[in-house]
Structures are given as structure tokens and as C-alpha cells.
């Protein structure tokens, strides 16, 4: 173990209590032993046996030559184990959830092996960890909504926020690879700047939690492993996508009760900037729409970037021994450069690799229970029953070492047949849609002509964030927030509150 590692152990490991659990006469013993120590002398002379005297003279003269060290009772030294005898379970329990945490730091130490050097040292001054967030720090519930359709059973996967009885709701489509929880350090800053404002983010189907099941055809039973093609492609064509948040949007409303829909914001990174555009084009939720906004897409630069789609893809890592790993990844390469943002978004991305796609040896197998061997036993203790070992050590425990390594949730290179279509037209329908118009982009030489000339024009609102990378709303969140809060307040007519009329009308 090098020194780094060595010191990052250190500092994980002073945080666990210093001496085991004591059984509950543990104290008394204690005292016992305190008062005993005068007893613990040099006895010039054993007391002889009284069954063999003519042993007891010989042992006599040696031990009166040197002496005997008797010690006293209460030491219990060659008492034979007895193991979890005499603790109560609760301390039991105390004892193994310190053990648990101590393997547990133990398996982010293997985790921290995979870091990079920069993060490594990092970690060791105390700098920002890269530990994922859970998702109830930024959302106030989680949905599941079903839909079905003539060939499939659909479950939304939905995180929200619900607005109040007049505030607005943002709704939130993520781009492609992504999930809902892209939006999650976004969604908190809006809070902070509307509190009456909800927001609802979306996982689209093959992305995040959303489950897609194909059924029998006629019926709402699961298709059968036979009857589903090994060339069949999940549809994730724009009109599918498009038809997909209308339905979210439809169902949160019932779910929730809402008697009528709140005032809609739509915003859509990437190819979910062309989902809400074409949904506000389509009216698909009528006059509920106040406005959307396209975060970093436009037709041209899109369509342009598509050639060296695939090599991109080619060029990421197809295997993480970590999640921990593949969000240093997202912010080492700055492919998100905020890592608050990306602690909490990455972890959606992953999920765990398949068996089939397993490697024979994966990196971080450091430790597992058939490399780890147990000294031969001594004692006659009993052993602990197994439905106790089921009790204090579930599956999911981490004394349960796993080999588990992590991959990408979504197949990017099986939605290339849909690439282009989701980009095409969509600057004349950004710039005909009903609805204010809202484009936040990284950098200005992303617009094309059409783009240009309606700038020119005021038709829409442009905001630059030059220091953002693709993932604008991850990586200047707080700006990315401000502009939205900024731009419904404008667009809501329901806001609008005209001065009164001065004077009587007459004429002069």
C-alpha cells in the first residue's frame, strides 16, 4: 500500500470507535479485576495437591527455588470463547454496523484506486467528494405512471415537485442518454428563486427508471422471449417522444388531482429541446404552454455534429469498476463540469453490467469471500445459526464483497437510426411554434442563418453562457435557473397586472 493510500485509510478509519462492545457484566468483571490485581503475586510455595503427595514434594522444591506466577480467577485467560454468548443483540447489532462501516470504507478505498492522481489528492485535502446524491434532495416525490398502448405497457418514471395552487410548472426533457435527474441541481435553484414553482422531470422511455414492455398482440399479456425480435429496435422517433410528454404531463395531472393544468414552461436539452418544441408546435397541450425554451440545439450545428457521432461513442469507456469512477470521468473529460451536478445525474446513467458482458477479471475484484481464507478452528464454540447470519447480514451487506461493475443505462448506438430526424426543421418550428421562445446556448457559432435572421428579428430571447460546456443546465445551474424564472415571469399573462384607468374619459 503506498503512502497515499495509506493516509486516505487512516483518515477513514479514526472515524470508527476505538474498543468493541462490551457484555453487560463486562464492567463488573472490570472492577473485579482491579481489586484482584494484588492478588496476582509470586506465591513462594503451590499448595500440594492433596490426591498425590509424593508429586506434591518435588514440585514443591522447584516452585519454592523460583517461584510460581499464579494468576487470579477473575482473568478468565483459558476460558474458551464463547462468542456472541451474553451480549445482547442490540449490542451485536451495534458491533456489526461498525464492521459494516469499516468494509465499507474499505471498498471506497478500492473505489479510490480507480481516481485519477489529481482526484486521489483531492479526496486527501479534503476537497469535494464524489459520493452520489440521492435524488430526494432535489425532488419532493417520485411517480410511476402507467400507460398503455396497442403494442405495449408503458411506466413512466417521473420526479416532482408540485407547484402551488398558482405557481407555474416547469416540465423538464432530458437529452439523449441522459435522465430526469439532469435537471435535479437546476430544479432546486428555481425553487430557491420561485417557491410557488413546480417541477416535473421526466425519464423518457429506455432512459432512467422508465420501463418499456412489448406485449402479445390483442392482449396485455408480456410477449414472450420467442416472439421478441433480436433486431427489434425500441422506437424513439421524435412524434413517439413528443406524443410521450404530452401523456406524462396528462397523467401527473390526474394523479395529482390538479382540476386544470398550471402554467407550463417547457424546457428541453438536446434532443429533448426538439421534443418540447415540437409538442408547443403540435399544441399537443394547448393553451396550458406559455413558453418553451431549447437548451444548447440547433438544426445546423446538430445535424453537422452527427457525423462524428459514432466515433465519440466509440471512444467512451464501456465498462466502470464504479460509479464513483465514472462521475470522475464525466468531470475529469468536463463532460459535465459542475461535479455537484454530476454526482447526483451520473449515477442514473450507469446500471449494473450484465453477466454476458462481465470481464473474466474485473479491476476492482480486489476482495471477494472465495480469496479470503479463515484460520483453522480451535474451539468448540458453537456457531452462529444461519438465520441469525441472515438477520445481521443481509445480501446487500458489504460484508458481502460484490464483483459488480457498472454500464451504460442506455445504448446511444442503437438510436442512430433516429438521429436525424429528431433535428430536422426544427428552426422553422422553434420560430413558428405559439408561445414565448427562449434558446440558451454555450457559444453564439452554434446558430445557423435561420437562427440568426430571427435574432435579428426579436422573435426569441438568446442567452450565451460562454462558459458552459453541452450540459448548460448542469454546469451553471444558479444562471440556467435565474434565465427560466426570468423568462416565464414575462411570458405568464396571468402575472400582467395593468395600472387603473386615469381620469373619467371625458374629453377636454
Known amino acids: 500500500m503506498s503512502d497515499l493510500q495509506r493516509s486516505f485509510a487512516k483518515a477513514k478509519l479514526a472515524r470508527l470507535p476505538l474498543d468493541p462492545p462490551m457484555p453487560p457484566n463486562a464492567i463488573d468483571e472490570a472492577d473485579e479485576d482491579k481489586e484482584g490485581e494484588t492478588k496476582d503475586e509470586v506465591w513462594p510455595i503451590a499448595e500440594p495437591p492433596l490426591e498425590d503427595d509424593s508429586s506434591s514434594a518435588s514440585s514443591a522444591s522447584s516452585a519454592s527455588s523460583a517461584g510460581t506466577i499464579r494468576p487470579s480467577p477473575s482473568k478468565h485467560l483459558f476460558a474458551r470463547p464463547k462468542g456472541f454468548v451474553g451480549f445482547p443483540l442490540s449490542v451485536v447489532r451495534s458491533f456489526v454496523s461498525h ?62 415537485t408540485p407547484p402551488a395552487p398558482k405557481g407555474p410548472l416547469f416540465v423538464m426533457h432530458h437529452g439523449a442518454g441522459s435522465s430526469g435527474l439532469s435537471f435535479a441541481v437546476c430544479a432546486s435553484e428555481i425553487r430557491k428563486l420561485a417557491p410557488d414553482a413546480g417541477i416535473l422531470s421526466l425519464d423518457a422511455r429506455g432512459h432512467g427508471e422508465t420501463v418499456y414492455q412489448r406485449l402479445q398482440p390483442g392482449t396485455l399479456e408480456p410477449a414472450d422471449a420467442e416472439d421478441l425480435k433480436a433486431d427489434w429496435v425500441l422506437d424513439l422517433s421524435l412524434e413517439v417522444l413528443s406524443e410521450d410528454l404530452a401523456t406524462v404531463v396528462q397523467l401527473t395531472q390526474a394523479k395529482m388531482g390538479w382540476p386544470e393544468l398550471p402554467g407550463l414552461i417547457l424546457v428541453g436539452h438536446s434532443v429533448g429541446g426538439a421534443v418540447v418544441v415540437d409538442v408547443a408546435k403540435e399544441q399537443k397541450l394547448g393553451s396550458a404552454v406559455l413558453g418553451y425554451a431549447v437548451l444548447d440545439v440547433v438544426e445546423g450545428s446538430a445535424i453537422d455534429a452527427l457525423a462524428s457521432m459514432e466515433t465519440y461513442l466509440s471512444s467512451r469507456p464501456t465498462v466502470f469498476p464504479s460509479v464513483t469512477s465514472s462521475i470522475e470521468w464525466h468531470t475529469r473529460t468536463r463532460t459535465i463540469r459542475n461535479p455537484f451536478s454530476a454526482r447526483v445525474s451520473v449515477p442514473a446513467l450507469l446500471c449494473p453490467t450484465p453477466p454476458t458482458l462481465l470481464p473474466s477479471a474485473p479491476p476492482l475484484a480486489r476482495f471477494s469471500a472465495s480469496t479470503v481464507t479463515s484460520p483453522p478452528s480451535t474451539s468448540s464454540a458453537p456457531l452462529p445459526s444461519d438465520e441469525l447470519i441472515r438477520t445481521l447480514f443481509p445480501s446487500s451487506s458489504p460484508l458481502q464483497p460484490s464483483r459488480r461493475t457498472w454500464t451504460w443505462r442506455t445504448n446511444l448506438t442503437t438510436t442512430s437510426p433516429f438521429w436525424h430526424s429528431w433535428f430536422l426543421s426544427l428552426s422553422a418550428k422553434f420560430l413558428s411554434a405559439r408561445g414565448g421562445k427562449l434558446l440558451v446556448l454555450a457559444g453564439t457559432d452554434r446558430l445557423d442563418k435561420e437562427l440568426m435572421v430571427g435574432q435579428m428579428q426579436g422573435r426569441y430571447q438568446l442567452v450565451v453562457f460562454p462558459e458552459a460546456g453541452h450540459f448548460v443546465h448542469e454546469d451553471v445551474p444558479g444562471k440556467t435557473a435565474g434565465v427560466l424564472v426570468e423568462f416565464w415571469r414575462r411570458n405568464d399573462g396571468r402575472r400582467l397586472v395593468l395600472p387603473p384607468k386615469v381620469g373619467g374619459g371625458k374629453g377636454v
Open 99 to 160: 464492521l459494516q462501516t469499516l468494509l465499507h470504507d474499505l471498498q471506497q478505498i478500492c473505489d479510490f484506486r480507480t481516481l485519477s492522481p489529481q482526484v486521489r489528492v483531492q479526496f486527501l485535502r479534503g476537497g469535494t467528494p464524489l459520493d452520489a446524491l440521492p435524488w430526494s434532495d432535489f425532488f419532493a416525490q417520485e411517480l410511476y405512471l402507467e400507460h398503455f398502448t396497442p403494442v405495449a405497457k408503458l411506466t413512466h418514471h417521473v420526479y416532482l
